[in-house]
């Protein structure tokens, strides 16, 4: 019979540290978010542990690298997975972890920083600003 659900080991990046094993009926990947004992992390990382056992291996639980964070207010849903941030933005990263290089905590509404994506184009110079006083 297949397990519903895995163990799985949080483990803190920095400084390094267990902080305990639940268990999880979904499958963590980096990028989502999870909570626990009150405080929200970013999953960074996910390893797999396999157990031989008779008639092949089999997968015996997770373990998880996180960090403290907060979850991020924006998203965006793009080629289906979320993103932080505003993906219509040139500049956005595209990343579960990362908004982009000129403001990565954000916010994107109202960033100076803002560049139009514009479907179908491909020119230089084709730049929208959301920013106030450029």
Same mark, same amino acid.
């Given at each position: 019979m297949e397990q519903d659900s895995?163990?799985?080991?949080?483990i803190l990046t920095h400084p390094q540290e267990h902080l305990g094993q639940i268990q999880l009926d979904w499958t963590p990947q980096p990028g989502n978010y999870l909570?626990?004992?009150?405080?929200?992390y &970013?999953?960074?990382e996910r390893h797999h542990h396999y157990q031989? %056992?008779?008639?092949?291996? $089999?997968l015996h639980k997770i373990s998880v690298y996180v960090q403290a964070a907060q979850k991020p207010q924006e998203k965006s849903w793009i080629e289906g997975r979320w993103v932080i941030g505003d993906a219509n933005c040139r500049l956005?990263?595209?990343?579960?972890?990362?908004?982009? &290089?000129?403001?990565?905590?954000?916010?994107?509404?109202?960033? %100076?920083?803002?560049?139009? $994506?514009?479907?179908?184009?491909?020119?230089?110079g084709e730049q929208g600003s959301r920013g106030a006083g450029e």
């Open positions: 895995l163990p799985t080991d949080i909570n626990l004992h009150g405080k929200t &970013a999953i960074l031989y %056992r008779l008639g092949g291996y $089999r956005n990263a595209r990343s579960e972890l990362l908004r982009c &290089a000129v403001n990565p905590m954000g916010p994107c509404d109202g960033c %100076r920083y803002f560049v139009g $994506r514009e479907q179908g184009s491909g020119g230089a």
